[in-house]
């Protein structure tokens, strides 16, 4: 049984990878806005979940360390947490921009590193980070959404060189569209549009994410690597 941190496990590709990965492991989910999604997790014998802003360096510093020693070790850390939002360029304001930038990037940046020290200590564990197509590709009216994912692509790869000798794996997964609450401003015709320039022609669901999570947790020699996970919607 692995000890799992998965952020943003309240909602979304993050409460499914919660409900798929506690069949047979612990895990410490955090959450901040989703108060009820959250306790119907908590009745789960092998999900822990703990309120967290991820964007205070303090609370995350605190949080990593009260489940390492709770738990004695952390075997795989899940960066999932994250909101998006659609706008011109031109008008995202300076409080958007830190807003995006807090929860997105500085986040994963601060959990990881708070929770690599602990595996280091232990010469063993994973990170999985969830980034996005549009940090590949970029994406119109979510130029601020497509820096953040780019930024942590670039974490990934860097920080796979640097943890390998420490026998710690470091990959990301980014998905294309996903049917989650993220993508519900999206009208049906929209959702339509897109399915017609995938591949495979359809949108993807949080367990084509879960599949590919369950993978990286096991294979021992994959790492620094972008894993897209859309459909055929960029190759």
Same mark, same amino acid.
């Given at each position: &049984?692995?000890?799992?941190?998965? @952020?943003? *496990?309240?909602?979304? +590709?993050g409460r499914e990878l919660a409900l798929?990965? *506690?069949? $047979?492991? #612990?895990? +410490?989910?955090?959450?901040?806005?989703?108060?009820? $999604?959250?306790?119907?997790?908590q009745k789960i014998e092998t999900i822990e979940m703990r309120k967290v802003d991820l964007r205070n360096s303090e609370e995350i510093e605190t949080f990593v360390k009260q489940v390492a020693e709770e738990y004695q070790k952390i075997d795989v850390l899940i960066n999932n947490a994250g909101i998006s939002q659609i706008k011109l360029f031109t008008e995202i304001t300076n409080e958007d921009w830190q807003e995006m930038?807090? @929860?997105?990037?500085?986040?994963?940046?601060?959990?990881?590193?708070?929770?690599?020290?602990? &595996?280091? *200590?232990?010469?063993?564990? =994973?990170?999985?980070?969830?980034s996005s +197509? %549009?940090?590949? @590709?970029?994406?119109? =009216? $979510?130029?601020?959404?497509?820096?953040?994912?780019?930024g942590i692509d670039g974490l990934t790869k860097a920080l796979a060189k640097e943890l390998g000798p420490s026998n710690i794996r470091v990959n990301s997964i980014a998905p294309g569209i996903i049917e989650t609450r993220m993508n519900q401003n999206l009208s049906e015709q929209e959702k339509e549009e897109i399915r017609m320039e995938i591949p495979l022609e359809? +949108?993807?669901?949080? #367990?084509?994410? @879960?599949?590919?999570?369950? %993978?990286? &947790? $096991?294979?021992q020699y994959t790492t620094g690597q972008i894993i897209g996970i859309n459909g055929g919607w960029y190759i």
């Open positions: &049984m692995k000890n799992i941190i998965i @952020t943003g *496990a309240s909602s979304g +590709i798929e990965l *506690a069949k $047979e492991n #612990q895990v +410490i989910g955090s959450y901040f806005h989703s108060e009820q $999604e959250a306790k119907e997790l930038l807090a @929860t997105n990037l500085s986040s994963v940046f601060y959990l990881t590193r708070d929770v690599a020290k602990w &595996m280091v *200590a232990e010469k063993n564990g =994973c990170i999985i980070n969830l +197509i %549009w940090g590949q @590709t970029g994406g119109s =009216c $979510e130029v601020h959404y497509s820096i953040v994912k780019a359809r +949108i993807g669901y949080p #367990q084509d994410i @879960t599949k590919c999570v369950k %993978w990286l &947790m $096991e294979d």
